[in-house]
Structure formats: C-alpha cells, structure tokens
C-alpha cells in the first residue's frame, strides 16, 4: 500500500508541475525575445561590415556609443527567443497534435531554422569561434555527394565570399523564411511588451552588465569551442566521418522530429529515438564543455 501510495504521490507531483510548465506563457516570452532580437539587430546592422567583420565588431564594442550594449542585448535575446521556442514547442506538443503533417513540419522546421540564425550570428563575428565554426560548416557541407556546393553556395560560400553571403542570409534570407514557416502558428499571436515587462526589463538590464562573447585570436590555443549548441557536433566530428557527424547524425533527428505525430505508424519508435538523440547530444556537450 505504501508503495502505491508513494507511486501516485509521484504521478500526481510530475502532472502538477507539467501543468505548471504548460501554462508558462513561453510562446509570448520567444516573441518578445525576438521583437528585442529584431530591434536591436537593426542597430547592430548598421554599424556591421561584413568586409571588415572583426574590425566592426571591436570598433562596436569600443568606439561606438552603446555600441557594446546593443551587441550584447541582440546576442542574448536571440539566445533567448531560441531557447523559449524550444520549451514553447514541449508545452504546445499535446494540442500540436491536431496539426496537419504540413503544419506539423512546418512548425518543427522552425527550429533548425532558428539554429541556423545563430549560427550564422557567431559566425559574421569573425572572431576566433566564429571563423572556425564557418569554416568547419563549409567543410561539412563540401564533403556532401551531389548536394553539397550547391548548399554551400546558398548558405555559406565563406571561401569564395567572406561573409557576404552569411550577412544576407542572416539579416534577410533566413529571417524571411522563419517567418514564412511559423506564420500558421503565431498569425494568432498578439503579443505586446505590455504584457511582458518583467522580461523585457530583464533582458535589457542582463545585457547592461554581461558583455556578448568576442574571442580575439590566441596564439597557441590549439583547441577552440564552439557555440554552445555546436559543442556536441564538434565532439561527434572527432571520432566519425564528417558526413556522419555532421550531416547524418543531426538530419535523423529533423526527420526524427518531423515525424512525431501521433497519428502517424511508429510514433512511440520516433519519441524514444529523439530522446535517446537529446540524452546523446547531451553527453556529447558535456564531454565538449571539459575539453
């Protein structure tokens, strides 16, 4: 009897605080994230040359009048409309479900998408982090039968372009396609900072007092990390071929994901492989994170 008692004591604890997790207005948090994101990236933008990018980047940070501040408030709400975006798609999962496959796929197209934002945000610094992450994505992309200069040529083209092409891409392309992708979900969404202004207020104060990341070149550091979310690919590519680890691996995931519906044949097989993915690429940072 203890036990049973003790095992729906348990049950009622996790539905409790998933109740309480859902009910988190996560959506709007993301939003306001990226209208700060958006803002301040404007500001960001016009003092950016993507011929000159590490040049721009300390001439913000030193010369230009709150130039470090808006630097730091983009990097951080980007950083933090990703992360919310995350947890917004778990707390809507259930109600998702009466999606269409279109809209389903659309919606967790999204993601990689967004991931995309940044990276290529870490990449137009061209500091130490970011012009080994270009180069090793160009490099990934490269080594892709068939498809692979193409893409590269769309999304990169670090080698032939600098970071022209990223700029484009950051600023106009993939900000475009993001909101093509989530317009279904959010057309709904009226979200204003009125309604938000512990967040807001937090977000602007957080970026006063930390800086964003600027890694300058040191010499005989042989080993460099990259972005957070990076971190585990950057593990997998030390010990599997680059298509393994950075192609494969991570698309069996997008498909894994694209799939999870329950209406469709295997969804139990599709949530216990995306699990074991998460939990994978979990150890894989941490591993990356002690290097």
Do not use: C
């Amino acid at each position: 009897m203890a036990a049973i008692s003790s095992a729906s004591d348990i049950r009622n604890t996790v539905t409790a605080i998933l109740k309480i997790f859902r009910e988190i207005r996560w959506g709007g948090w993301s939003l306001i994230s990226l209208y700060i994101s958006v803002l301040s990236g404007v500001v960001v933008a016009l003092q950016y040359s993507p011929e000159t990018p590490l040049y721009s980047i300390s001439t913000m940070d030193l010369l230009v009048p709150f130039g470090a501040y808006f630097r730091s408030l983009h990097f951080y709400s980007s950083q933090l409309f990703f992360l919310f975006s995350i947890l917004h798609l778990i707390a809507v999962f259930e109600q998702t479900q009466a999606y269409s496959t279109k809209q389903w796929i659309k919606l967790t197209a999204t993601l990689p998408i967004a991931l995309l934002l940044l990276f290529t945000g870490y990449i137009l610094r061209g500091d130490s982090t970011g012009s080994s992450a270009g180069l090793i994505a160009e490099a990934i992309l490269l080594d892709l039968p068939f498809i692979g200069q193409p893409l590269n040529d769309l999304f990169f083209s670090i080698s032939d372009n600098g970071m022209k092409r990223i700029y484009v891409n950051h600023i106009i392309g993939l900000g475009v396609l993001w909101g093509w992708l989530a317009w279904t979900h959010i057309k709904k969404y009226m979200v204003p900072f009125t309604q938000h202004i512990p967040l807001t207020i937090a977000t602007l104060l957080f970026s006063v007092g930390v800086a964003a990341p600027f890694d300058p070149e040191h010499l005989g550091v042989f080993h460099i990390s990259g972005p957070w979310f990076f971190l585990g690919l950057q593990e997998l590519l030390i010990h599997l071929h680059p298509l393994l680890a950075g192609f494969f691996f991570p698309s069996s995931f997008l498909i894994s994901l694209a799939l999870l519906q329950k209406k469709n044949r295997g969804y139990r097989w599709y949530m216990l492989y995306t699990l074991i993915w998460l939990l994978a690429y979990a150890i894989l940072t941490t591993i990356g994170l002690n290097r």
